[in-house]
């Protein structure tokens, strides 16, 4: 699985922006999600994460309310819909893809993924 992740950019406190990840390989529908992000000095972070089925999502507390995942399974791409955002939310975002269908209380870890995507920076300015 390949992973392209897009869509950062510059936004101010209060704004939104949407994050694109593009999957490559078929397998791609079957397999759980995920969102992750990491701040200048600091380790990278669980955003949140959905099922393969798009029907299972969850959500750091952080951004619990604001940002919202989701993914089109025939187009092979995920999304994360980032409203509400605060200079704290500024970090490179990167997709990541787990090797499995079952959606266990260990997907906030990075453990779980073994795919990656090459990350894109979100800026949000005070």
């Known amino acids: 699985v390949q992973l392209q992740a897009s869509g950062g950019g510059l936004a101010q406190a209060g704004g939104s922006l949407r994050l694109s990840c593009a999957a490559s390989g078929r397998t791609f529908i079957t397999y759980n999600m995920g969102w992750f992000r990491q701040a200048p000095g600091k380790e990278r972070e669980f955003v949140g994460a959905?099922?393969?089925?798009?029907?299972?999502?969850s959500y750091a507390d952080s951004v619990k309310g604001r940002f919202t995942i989701s993914r089109d399974n025939a187009k092979n791409t995920m999304y994360l819909q980032m409203n509400s955002l605060k200079p704290e939310d500024t970090a490179v975002y990167y997709c990541a893809c787990a090797t499995q269908s079952f959606y266990s209380a260990t997907m906030d870890q990075v453990q779980e993924y073994p795919y990656w995507g090459q990350g894109t920076l979100v800026t949000v300015s005070s």
């Open positions: 959905i099922a393969w089925s798009g029907g299972i999502t």
